[in-house]
């Protein structure tokens, strides 16, 4: 059988993917997921489709890949123009949304592994730096309901799935992020309104699960 | 006297600062740049106009700050559209060219380092992951003229500031990037034959000289 013509190298825990699967249903495309399982080695579609970097997710359309999911974003943004812009008109406006994109990408994602994939002194730096980074984006957002000003957009995208760990930072760092950033918890559930994004995020009780498990695997603990 | 419309945050050896130079000479856009002084503390306005950061190079259009280089250089191919188009127009190019700066931004910058910043056995890591991603560029190089195909665009913008540095790196470390990578090695001089890039990239042994410096301020010597 032919494979569909979207088709998402997927893992139901990985915020990257779900990023392209937020992008996917605000575009209205319809794709196939396929699931790699991240506590299992990689596919051999995965290793032939981005041998370069080896990570999900890819998308593929029209047999043809395409990797890093904030290449895949603009990608989507790009092919499916016809609704719910990602990224701003203005081009001002579209380098604010990729700078902190970029940000976001260099920053948090580091600082949350640390949160999460160690214990101790680590994991109490990894902390700190949590907060300050999203005290950087909680700054950002202001008063705004999203990053992106009245709509959902890119940053938006960006940055909405580490909601669904934030229940494993919290319980496996022993810390509330609320106390120190009351505008991005409430910007997060203003998010999970949307369908799009809250069909596209896990429960966060089964992320923690799974983060249990891929400590052990790591042999955090 | 009030500012010129378009100011750049500049340092004449830093090679992200280099590819904004490229990309303003290539659209033909006039402006002032302001040098900083990488061996000294930063000045106030770059701390003022990138916060977050703290780095070079800021573009500064109408008096409203652009950061970081990748995205300076969209914005800088947005708004300056008429002439010399930076990225390909078919999505799916745009995809490519995004993905390997995004390589070139993550991977090789930071294996530079390893090259020109230390001694000893992790600089003899970074030089074998140096080669290992360029040999990645030769690659995906080919036998084509340049990165964007029969026409000097983003990806090349991007790697080219590099090439000043090529002479650091292969002083320094005690190797030959061409008997690796004679295809990049072809394709940087081809690049140095266009006039925007030879007049925005430095003297590669005034650069070793800048290295040595940096060395020395950086306790490696």
Not at 95 to 101: L, P, T
Not at 118 to 138: A, C, M, N, P, S
Not at 206 to 211: D, G, H, L, T
């Amino acid at each position: 059988m032919a494979m569909k013509e979207v088709v998402l190298l997927d893992s139901w825990a990985c915020p990257f993917s779900m990023r392209v699967r937020i992008a996917l249903a605000q575009k209205g495309v319809d794709y196939e997921s396929k699931e790699e399982d991240l506590l299992l080695p990689k596919s051999e579609l995965l290793l032939k489709l981005n041998p370069v970097h080896k990570k999900i997710p890819v998308l593929i359309h029209n047999d043809r890949p395409v990797c890093e999911s904030l290449v895949i974003l603009q990608y989507v943004d790009e092919v499916w123009n016809h609704t719910n812009p990602l990224l701003p008109f203005d081009p001002y406006q579209r380098a604010q949304a990729r700078f902190w994109a970029d940000f976001i990408e260099k920053k948090t994602f580091e600082t949350t592994q640390r949160v999460w994939a160690t214990k101790g002194e680590e994991q109490e730096v990894g902390k700190k730096e949590f907060i300050d980074h999203f005290k950087f984006l909680e700054q950002q957002l202001g008063d705004k309901p999203y990053f992106g000003g009245d709509s959902f957009g890119y940053v938006d995208v960006v940055l909405i799935p580490f909601y669904s760990w934030f229940y494993a930072f919290e319980t496996l760092g022993d810390f509330k992020i609320e106390e120190s950033c009351p505008k991005i918890i409430a910007w997060a559930k203003r998010c999970m309104q949307k369908e799009n994004v809250a069909s596209s995020l896990p429960d966060q009780e089964k992320v923690y699960e799974f983060v249990l498990a891929y400590r052990k695997k790591l042999g955090v603990d």
